[in-house]
Each structure stands twice: as structure tokens, then as C-alpha cells.
């Protein structure tokens, strides 16, 4: 049996086609991440003030301002924070070192690839205002690495500090296992509690008392000075207690904690820095 010769101009031909349907293809799906990617982000923009509002519990005419921070290495590090009117410079002794006005022509983009041409981005975090101006609560936004990727997550604190909710957006952890750190009973056990107590957390292994489930489980629909004071004399010792991690998930469970008390702590250095702070920290 012979085989037949190859056809040079059928596969010039057939490579060709190819070559023009992969470059079309491309273009088309080019085409549509352009129309489609703007929406996207809005829509991610738009779900996470919608977030920010849920968990402060804000009223409808509460302004937030969402301030990113960079980041600019080498010789001289700067960090620069994109406020609402201008983007500030400071160095890293916290030394301001310029504040340029953001407007029309000279957007935050703009400042920053003129003054911090090679800067990284460095974490953000909101400032919620009410009518009469005074701070109604943070929002940081943080991750930490746990059991098989980095767990994305917002820890929402009151003007003074008291952490009032962590709610976890983003994690690939095991489901039945790890993913338990998204349910009340274990993000719940942050609520309430102070920076100062924060920072003597530690995480014991599970299962959570049953005595303290309702607790946790009532933070749910309940607001937030409301749940407070109803369980004032349960949570004044739990409080200053430890978290108790998901059965079965230790590491997920110390990451998210670990997480949200370094969190706590390098935003309250982060608003004395830029002057935002609307209380005490202890």
C-alpha cells in the first residue's frame, strides 16, 4: 500500500485557515472582554459598597470614601494613599512628603504614575461617614494565606475599634472543612471584641461550646449594638476568651484569625498616619 504524496499547497492552504480563524477568535474575544470588563468591575464595585453598607449597618445617606494605598521601593520608599481630593505621599516614617489635589486633569492614576511611576498596589480599606460628617465605622480589606490559597476577607470595625463583623469573599478551602470559617458560629466569634483583646487572640481547637451557639448564631439577624447589649453578660467574658477553630480545619481557622489581627492592627497605623481615626483604639 502506498501512501500519497503530500500535498504542499493543501496544507499552506490549511494553515492558513487556521491561522486566520485562531487571529479572529482572538479579536472577537478581545472585543468582548473590552465591552464586558468595565461592567464587570462596576458591578464587583457596586457589590462591595453594598457589603461595606451591610456590615456597618449604615443608613442610606452615609457617604463611603474607599482609600487604596501603594507602594514605591528602592532607595527611598514612599507609600501613597488615594484619598477623595488628592493622593498624599509619605515616607516610610510616616513623614508626609507631599499631597497633590486629585481633579479633572490630574486624576489619581495620573499623580501616581508621575510621582510613584513604579508603585505597587499595597491594600485598601473604607471610611464610612454619616450626614453630619463624623465616622460611622471602617472596612479593611485583607488576606492570608490558608490551608491551599490566600482567603480573601473584610473585617468591618466601629469608630472606636470594636470589631463588628469579618466576612470572608474569596477562598478555595476544602468545603465541609476549611469553607466552615465562612458560617456564623466561627466568623460570629470575632464580633465585639477590641484591638487590644485581638492582640492576645488565640485559636483552640473546636467544637465551640454549645452554650455560646445562640450567641453566635443571633449575630446574624441581629444589629450590631442591639446584639451588644442583650448578650452583655455573655460577652463579657467571651470576649477576652480565645476563638474556637472549625473541627477539622485548624490551619484554616488560625489563618483567618492570624489574618484579621494583623488586619485590625496595620489599619489603625494606616489612619493615624493619613489623620482618620474617629476614637480610641483600646
Known sequence: ?????????????ITICLTVVCILAGL??????????????????VGEQQLVRRILELPANAEIMEIRRFLSEGPDPQIA????????????????????????????????ET????????????????KDGSIAGYVTESEQYGFKSFIRFFVALTPDFQVRGVEVVAHEEDPGLGAEITRPLFKNQFSGRSQASLEQLKVVKGPLPKAMEDLYLSRENTMFHDWLQTNAHVLKDARQGPIYGVTGATISSQALADGVKKAVHHLGTRLTIIGLTGGSHE
Open 81 to 112: 494613599y488615594t484619598l477623595q481630593s488628592e493622593v498624599r505621599i509619605y515616607d516610610v516614617e510616616g513623614k508626609l512628603v507631599s499631597a497633590t489635589p486629585i481633579s479633572e486633569r490630574a486624576t489619581a492614576e495620573q499623580i501616581l
Open 115 to 130: 510621582r510613584l511611576p513604579h508603585a505597587r498596589r499595597g491594600g485598601r480599606f473604607f471610611v464610612a461617614k454619616i
Open 1 to 13: 500500500m502506498t501512501t500519497s504524496p503530500i500535498n504542499v499547497r493543501e496544507m499552506a492552504k
Open 28 to 45: 472577537i474575544l478581545g472585543a468582548v472582554f473590552a465591552v464586558t470588563e468595565p461592567t464587570r468591575l462596576m458591578r464587583a464595585q
